[in-house]
T-cell receptor, first 112, second 113 residues
Framework: EAQVTQNPRYLITVTGKKLTVTCSQNMNHEYMSWYRQDPGLGLRQIYYSMNVEVTDKGDVPEGYKVSRKEKRNFPLILESPSPNQTSLYFC???????????FGPGTRLTVL | GENVEQHPSTLSVQEGDSAVIKCTYSDSASNYFPWYKQELGKRPQLIIDIRSNVGEKKDQRIAVTLNKTAKHFSLHITETQPEDSAVYFCAVPALRAGNMLTFGGGTRLMVKP
């Protein structure tokens, strides 16, 4: 089944404790991206990747890192999480030349 | 970056009525206009999209209309049903490479039986 997966789905952590949210897609998509969703703000872009080893910042990249060592995986790294990073995070992927984004199931992160 | 505004933020309709959600954008070069539906606790999913070379597209009870001159596009849902209750997002391609989308703030649609 073609899909985007994320892990974990739910995470409660404390300020400053490094964490990684994994994202994987099995559709051979070149583009992958991360969004965060907050009430009243819609979905905002964090980082995106056009292909392996090619990443760039979105609109709200502060406090996040990403890597794209393999085509199928695009992990989101929070080196020192803070409470303002409490949010719902979505990974998405798409094909070159096709704008439709396929979203993962979401990761609800709470930073205390 | 691209500025996308969506109205209204909440919309309540009676089952069977029509619902219209409007989205305005700032970049006149935008050429792709999707609408996503997000049910409670679920991921956003594409329900309809339109490209700039057409003015309207229909798919059963939903339609999208585009006015490129005025830089706005709208989602129309006819004969609404309770299962249409969800949050709807418009989006346009971000002002950079990478297929990323800039989303509107969302509209919570409630269809009352």
């Amino acid at each position: 089944e073609a899909q985007v997966t994320q892990n974990p789905r739910y995470l409660i952590t404390v300020t400053g404790k490094k964490l990684t949210v994994t994202c994987s897609q099995n559709m051979n998509h070149e583009y992958m991206s991360w969004y965060r969703q907050d009430p009243g703000l819609g979905l905002r872009q964090i980082y995106y990747s056009m292909n392996v080893e090619v990443t760039d910042k979105g609109d709200v990249p502060e406090g996040y890192k990403v890597s794209r060592k393999e085509k199928r995986n695009f992990p989101l790294i929070l080196e020192s999480p803070s409470p303002n990073q409490t949010s719902l995070y979505f990974c998405a992927s798409s094909l070159v030349g096709r704008n439709e984004q396929f979203f993962g199931p979401g990761t609800r992160l709470t930073v205390l | 970056g691209e500025n996308v505004e969506q109205h209204p933020s909440t919309l309540s309709v009676q089952e069977g009525d029509s619902a219209v959600i409007k989205c305005t954008y700032s970049d006149s070069a935008s050429n792709y206009f999707p609408w996503y539906k997000q049910e409670l606790g679920k991921r956003p999913q594409l329900i309809i999209d339109i490209r700039s070379n057409v003015g309207e597209k229909k798919d059963q009870r939903i339609a999208v209309t585009l006015n490129k001159t005025a830089k706005h596009f709208s989602l129309h849902i006819t004969e609404t049903q309770p299962e249409d209750s969800a949050v709807y997002f418009c989006a346009v391609p971000a002002l950079r490479a990478g297929n990323m989308l800039t989303f509107g703030g969302g509209t919570r649609l409630m269809v009352k039986p």
